[in-house]
């Protein structure tokens, strides 16, 4: 270790440190400084600058002629690297790098800026608009809108065809003419609508005199001097003007006779039947020593007063809806759900959907500007996906009833029933609707009391066809020859719309003869069937609860 007498011990090492970081990047050894010998570090930093050590001492001794006491084995000491200089460090662009003798050190730096910000002349951070320099990741169905530090994506509306999605939420419509390079071939005019555009055909009418530009789009006049094609004789000159052409007299003569083309002299020379067609492009009006021009209805003289022009009705809101301009004219036409008044033709009208067709809800109506809708009873019923048709809420299983637990609900059209099913004395349940008799004490009482009894449940629109089969009651097998029923109904038939057949000597039938008088009426009918086999009577009991419902909305 060397000590150096002369120098403070930290200015050694620091003079010596800086001479073996320029070692190490190969920088000269050769310190140029305007101090004197005896406080200047050159000594200290050239020899620690030195490749060899032993060389390196002897450098120092010479140059600095001072005591110094070496130890070669402790010379590593003065070997540290300043990992902040040299980029040998670990710190984030959020710390500052502190270099210590054989390491180094990450402190906080309070300039730096966090995510999202960038560091401004001023010494502040400015947030970073990731939307306007591209740098976000939103798609192209979303909206990039910046935040503090950040940026979040949006999504857009999705809009109908010919619409687009407005910055401002919402949708807004296309106008295709100006969005699309040639919405229309050559000869059309684009006319945009809302959702879409329309191509008409751009006609253009130009008077006598005139003729239509190559592109369809302009009337310019004809050069009849020029083409031949003037009637002025032989002496007379030939001078073309905005859609005609004149013939001027030698002087002395005053005007051109168009009847026996010479010159003559006239007091009032008519323009507009000796120039017919030339002086004006669609009507023409003599006035004395002069004449003057007009237009057709929906056109408008130009600033040289001969030419029409079309004038545009549409800029003065003519119609009650959408307005489409047309060379000499316009005409008015609607949005979807109105139509136009046939007798104004301008004003629009909304269409009655619910008048003009009775089949488009399947319960009631509803109209409204442009459109409509539909809508079902109040309760019992929900509108179906297509918006349109009824259809009938199964409280029962939606769990919208009332019924108790000890009741059994059942759906029917529009509404609901609760029923209690309670097999009578004598009789235990084996299935959820099925009682069967326990015992029955002696032959006259087996024959008299019905072996089991069940419970079914039916529903009909009361625009049910009739008479109409409704239940079929009938033995289970094994049957045997000779067997045959015998089929009537208790109870619940005191109206006589319903009755008791055998279609077959095995089966019986209920059927119903006639609608009932409402539209809406609970029947519990009480069924019996004896089964009469080998002299024996064997009865069968069947509650039949049928309710008649509305007919479906």
């Known amino acids: 270790m060397w000590c150096l007498l002369a120098f403070p011990l930290q200015m050694c090492y620091e003079c010596c440190s800086l001479g073996l970081q320029a070692q190490a990047l190969t920088l000269s050894c050769t310190l140029i400084s305007s101090m004197s010998p005896a406080m200047s570090c050159a000594s200290a930093f050239e020899a620690c600058c030195h490749p060899d050590p032993h060389v390196a001492l002897c450098l120092f001794a010479k140059n600095t002629q001072l005591m110094v006491a070496a130890s070669m084995d402790t010379f590593s000491l003065f070997t540290d690297t300043n990992e902040c200089i040299t980029g040998l460090h670990n710190c984030t662009r959020f710390q500052t790098c502190e270099n210590t003798p054989g390491a ?128 002025c004789s032989n002496g007379q000159i030939c001078i073309n003007a905005p859609g005609t052409y004149r013939c001027d007299c030698s002087r002395g003569q005053a005007a051109f006779n168009v009847v026996t083309f010479v010159c003559s002299f006239v007091s009032d020379i008519d323009e507009c039947t000796q120039y017919s067609g030339r002086v004006c492009a669609q009507k023409c009006r003599n006035e004395p020593g002069s004449y003057s021009c007009d237009c057709e209805p929906g056109y408008t003289l130009t600033k040289n007063q001969r030419n029409c022009q079309d004038v545009n009705e549409c800029e003065s809101a003519p119609c009650s809806q959408e307005c489409a301009n047309v060379y000499g004219s316009f005409y008015c036409y609607c949005q979807k759900g109105f139509v136009l008044n046939q007798t104004d033709r301008s004003t629009c009208e909304d269409i009655d959907e619910c008048a003009m067709d009775s089949t488009l809800c399947s319960f009631r109506c509803v109209n409204t500007p442009s459109s409509f809708y539909c809508v079902c009873p109040k309760s019992g019923y929900t509108l179906s996906s297509n918006g349109r048709n009824c259809k009938d809420v199964d409280e029962c299983t ?137 002299r024996t009577a064997t009865k069968f009991h069947a509650l039949l609860y049928v309710f008649i419902t509305p007919p479906s909305p």
């Open 104 to 231: 180094f050190l990450c402190t906080p730096n309070p300039e730096a800026c966090q995510e999202g910000y960038i560091h401004t002349m001023k010494f502040n951070c400015c947030d970073i608009d990731e939307c306007i320099l591209g740098t976000h990741s939103c798609n192209a169905d979303q909206l990039c809108e910046n935040t503090a530090g950040s940026f979040s994506c949006r999504q857009l509306a999705n809009c109908a065809a010919g619409h687009q999605a407005s910055p401002l939420g919402g949708c807004s419509d296309i106008d295709e003419c100006s969005a699309l390079v040639s919405p229309c071939t050559e000869g059309y005019n684009c006319i945009n609508t809302i959702g879409s555009y329309a191509c008409h055909r751009h006609i253009i009418s130009c008077g006598r005199g005139y003729h239509a530009s190559e592109d369809g789009m302009r009337c310019v006049d004809v050069d009849e001097c020029s083409s031949g094609v003037h009637r």
């Open 398 to 534: 939606l769990g919208t009833h009332n019924c108790s637990l000890t009741e059994s609900c059942f759906n029917i059209q529009g509404d609901f029933r609760c029923l209690s099913i309670q097999c009578p004395q004598g009789y235990r349940r084996t299935e959820e609707f099925r009682c069967e008799r326990e015992s029955c004490l002696g032959f006259s009482e087996c024959q008299s009391t019905p072996q089991h009894i069940s419970f079914h449940r039916l529903t009909f629109p009361s625009s049910i066809r009739t008479p109409a089969d409704i239940f079929r009651i009938a033995h289970s097998p094994p049957i045997f020859a000779g067997d045959h029923v015998l089929v009537n109904i208790l109870s619940g038939n005191e109206e006589g719309l319903f009755s008791a057949r055998r279609s077959d000597p095995y089966t019986g039938l209920i059927s119903l003869l006639a609608p009932p008088p409402s539209p809406s009426q609970d029947f519990q009918l009480h069924v019996e069937m004896t089964l009469l086999r080998h």
